[in-house]
């Protein structure tokens, strides 16, 4: 069950939301630059885009989560909207279409690897068939993985999502 926190965004972000959703029609749940900070507390997940996610660079990827039911109208027709976006934003953009099921979003989240997904005791292990598929999901420096824990556990009470 969804289990998400107030989340508070910094000026950046919120004008990426407003834009996504101005050119899309889609309504966007979350937002998240790949290369930002995110700090939790107790009320709250505080959302700081990066300062190289401000300079515009192309290497950035910004993560847009869709309210679920919405994502043809995210892509749009031959994904124009996707196109739109990334013109507008100078910005490499990642969809995710949100599930109430945990399962399902973390299949959604690493989209388009294929992962058996298991869950036990607010634990989340994904089997994958092959040893490149395993290293791409767990990424450089864990890095990879550790932004599906993050993303997972700020809209599911989740331990860990670990690769088996």
Wanted: glycine letters at 4%; charged letters at 30%.
């Amino acid at each position: 069950m969804s289990n998400i926190k107030k989340i508070k965004y910094d000026n950046e972000l919120m004008k990426l939301i407003t834009t996504f959703e101005a050119i899309s029609g889609a309504k966007v749940k979350d937002c998240t630059c790949l290369n930002s900070q995110v700090t939790k507390s107790d009320e709250y997940w505080v959302e700081k885009s990066s300062s190289s996610a401000k300079s515009g660079s192309k290497n950035d990827k910004i993560l847009f989560i869709i309210e679920q039911g919405q994502m043809a109208k995210a892509i749009g027709k031959n994904g124009i909207n996707v196109n739109r976006i990334k013109n507008s934003i100078n910005k490499q953009v990642k969809l995710v279409e949100f599930n109430e099921d945990v399962k399902q979003f973390v299949k959604n989240m690493v989209y388009p690897i294929e992962v058996n997904v298991e869950e036990k005791d607010n634990k989340i292990t994904l089997h994958v068939n092959n040893h490149n598929e395993k290293a791409i999901l767990i990424g450089r420096d864990h890095q990879n993985i550790n932004q599906l824990n993050g993303m997972v556990r700020r809209y599911f009470d989740i331990k860990e999502v670990i690769v088996g």
